[in-house]
Nanobody, 122 residues
Framework: QVQLQESGPGLVKPAQTLSLTCTVS??????????WSWIRRPPGKGLEWMGA???????YISPSLKSRTSISRDTSKNQFTLQLNSVTPEDTAVYYC??????????????WGQGTQVTVSS
């Protein structure tokens, strides 16, 4: 059974770079059966799909975030990482990683991490 766990800072200052890591167990992030995804939920708002990486390392990024978002991975550690540059308070959210069958917001059949709260504040 696959498990995903997000890790990273809970507090980031405006204009800094947010880096979050998802550690995966029970499956390999090099499998091309799934999209290794990042999603977030700002307070009081719905889920927002941020981007995903395929098993071969190709990345898809939401057009609204493309200018300041990247996804990378460390296959030796079975981890993939989200980097979000120039954060503002509007980036405050609960951030999730997930293993998804399709691009976009993962569904009930997909596997999610528990989420990690990130607050952008000076």
């Amino acid at each position: 059974q696959v498990q995903l766990q997000e890790s990273g800072p809970g507090l980031v200052k405006p204009a800094q770079t947010l880096s979050l890591t998802c550690t995966v167990s029970g499956d390999s992030i090099t499998t091309n059966l799934y999209y290794w995804s990042w999603i977030r939920r700002p307070p009081g708002k719905g889920l927002e799909w941020m981007g995903a990486m395929t098993g071969s390392g190709f990345t898809y990024i939401s057009p609204s975030l493309k200018s300041r978002t990247s996804i990378s991975r460390d296959t030796s550690k079975n981890q993939f990482t989200l980097q979000l540059n120039s954060v503002t308070p509007e980036d405050t959210a609960v951030y999730y990683c997930a293993r998804a069958e399709n691009l976009g917001i993962p569904g009930d059949r997909d596997s999610w991490g528990q989420g990690t709260q990130v607050t952008v504040s000076s």
